[in-house]
Each structure stands twice: as C-alpha cells, then as structure tokens.
C-alpha cells in the first residue's frame, strides 16, 4: 500500500495573502486543493448538500436556474451563528472528506490544502503540518477595504466573524509574515517549499522502512 502523501493545511486571515502563497507553492511543485472550490462543486444542482441546504433553508436560497444563490446564503447566515452552524454541519464534513480522498490520490511531492476557515474547524489531525499565512489585523483591515471597496465598518464586521489572529497561530507549525512585499513573500514561501520537499521525503523513507 503506497504511503499517504505528505499533507499541508494552509489557512490565514482573510486578505492576508494566503491564495498567493497557495499560488506559489503549487507553481513549485505542490499539488493545490483548495477547500472553497469543493465547497462549490458540493452544492452544485443535484449534489445532495445542496438538497440539504434546502430542506434547512428553503427555496429561496436558490437563484433562477436552481443553483445555489451564494450571496443570498452568504447574507442569510452571516451574524445569525445558529444559521452559519446548520450549514456548516452540511458541507463541513464533506469538505473534509473530499480534501482527504483528494489528497490521498495524489502523486505530487506534497499535498497543500488551501482552508480559509482551518482555525474554525475541526477534524484534520490528519495532516503533517499547519501553514499560516500572518498579517497584523490593521494591515488586514487596510487590504480588505481597498480590495473590495467596502467601509471600514463593514470590513471590521468581517474580520470579527472570523477566528482571531492569535487563535490562528496557536495551530500553527509554520509560519509566513506577509506584512513585507511580494519579493519577500516570494522568498519566504521558497524557504518553505524545500522544507516540505526534506519532510515529505523523510516521511515516504520512514513509511518505506
């Protein structure tokens, strides 16, 4: 039985940079999964997540074509937790499992999960190492508005509803500062690239003895 690839779970803040780093991670080799687009592909017309979310939230979530209305969804459970709990306890483990089955197929040198709400979460005791991508909250703040065009307020709203900067760390094996510039992201994210190469070879030699 071949040996389960080496796995890492990448997570950050919003707008801390963390889809750059997963963008240069897979560009060095890594095979990318990225736990947002499962989501999509789980609650696509007729996969039976999406059936789910409408028994627990009605028709109204569906948008003309019978998709999922995604900002319909996005503004029915953000600020209401009992909402957001419902349909996270849908499409959670189903996320999970698909990013496992997913991962263990791979034959890349390793696996990078890209999980925007890790911290959140639960369930992946399973991967080798945790990766955050970490940025000031006031550098967030400043990223989030001028990215998106929202008001402070909206964007401080935002970034109350996710887990804290210091909850984020206390997961964390690595750590990227993306408080820099591209360049070094760049840098810090290749120093990283060939830890994980040594790791995942250490871990096929160890599984192999």
Do not use: C
């Amino acid at each position: 039985m071949p040996a389960r690839p080496f796995v890492v779970a990448l997570t950050g803040g919003i707008a801390s940079g963390k889809s750059t780093v997963a963008g240069h991670l897979a560009g060095l080799g890594a095979e990318l999964v990225d736990a947002d687009i499962v989501a999509r592909e789980l609650v696509a017309p007729g996969q039976p997540a999406l059936a789910e979310i409408v028994a627990a939230f009605g028709p109204e979530v569906l948008d003309a074509e019978g998709a999922l209305d995604r900002r319909a969804m996005r503004t029915r459970v953000f600020g209401d937790p009992g909402s957001r709990h419902i349909l996270e306890a849908i499409l959670h483990p189903r996320v999970r499992a698909t990013l496992r089955d997913r991962s263990n197929a791979s034959v890349a040198p390793y696996v990078v999960l890209a999980i925007p709400l890790l911290a959140e979460g639960r369930g992946y005791d399973w991967v080798d190492r945790v990766l955050v991508v970490d940025v000031p909250r006031e550098v967030q703040h400043a990223r989030l508005v001028a990215r998106d065009g929202i008001s402070p307020d909206l964007a401080d709203a935002m970034l109350d509803a996710q887990a804290s900067r210091e909850q984020r760390l206390a997961i964390a094996d690595d750590v990227i500062d993306n408080s820099g510039t591209l360049e070094d992201l760049g840098t810090a994210t290749a120093v990283l690239h060939r830890r994980y190469l040594d790791l995942a070879r250490a871990k096929a030699a160890e599984a192999g003895r």
